[in-house]
Nanobody, 124 residues
Framework: QVRLVESGGGLVQTGGSLRLSCAAS????????MGWFRQAPGKEREFVAV????????GYADSVKGRFTISRDNAKNTVYLQMNTLKPEDTAVYYC?????????????????WGQGTQVTVSS
C-alpha cells in the first residue's frame, strides 16, 4: 500500500509560482509512474503531468507545457510539481497519483494510489 500526501498549495497572484510536493510512505515509489492531476469546481479531474519511474521521461498537458515541471527524488520518495507563470485557470485541487505502469499515461483510471489533494488558488 502506498500513501501519498501532497503539500505546497496556497494562494498566489497571476504570474506567480508554487512548488507542490507529494511525499510517499508505506512503500517505495521508485518503481511507479507518478502523475499530477487537478480538479476545478464543477469539472472532471484532468491530467497535468506525468513522470516515469526513473525520471527519464515526462509528459505534460498542453495547457501547462512550458510552465510546469514535474520531477522526482526516489531517494526521498517524493515527487514535485514546479508551477510557474500561474494563471487563474490553474486554480484547482491538485492530486498526485502512483501507477504500477511501464509507460507514461494521463489516464487517471490507470493509477492505483491517490493523495488527498492540495488547493491551489490563483488570483487575477
Amino acid at each position: 500500500q502506498v500513501r501519498l500526501v501532497e503539500s505546497g498549495g496556497g494562494l498566489v497572484q497571476t504570474g506567480g509560482s508554487l512548488r507542490l510536493s507529494c511525499a510517499a510512505s508505506g512503500r517505495t515509489i521508485g518503481t511507479y509512474t507518478m502523475g499530477w492531476f487537478r480538479q476545478a469546481p464543477g469539472k472532471e479531474r484532468e491530467f497535468v503531468a506525468v513522470i516515469s519511474w526513473s525520471g527519464g521521461s515526462t509528459g505534460y498537458a498542453d495547457s501547462v507545457k512550458g510552465r510546469f515541471t514535474i520531477s522526482r527524488d526516489n531517494a526521498k520518495n517524493t515527487v514535485y510539481l514546479q508551477m510557474n507563470t500561474l494563471k487563474p485557470e490553474d486554480t484547482a485541487v491538485y492530486y498526485c497519483a502512483a501507477g504500477n505502469l511501464r509507460f507514461l499515461s494521463g489516464d487517471r483510471g490507470l493509477y492505483d494510489y491517490w493523495g488527498q489533494g492540495t488547493q491551489v488558488t490563483v488570483s487575477s
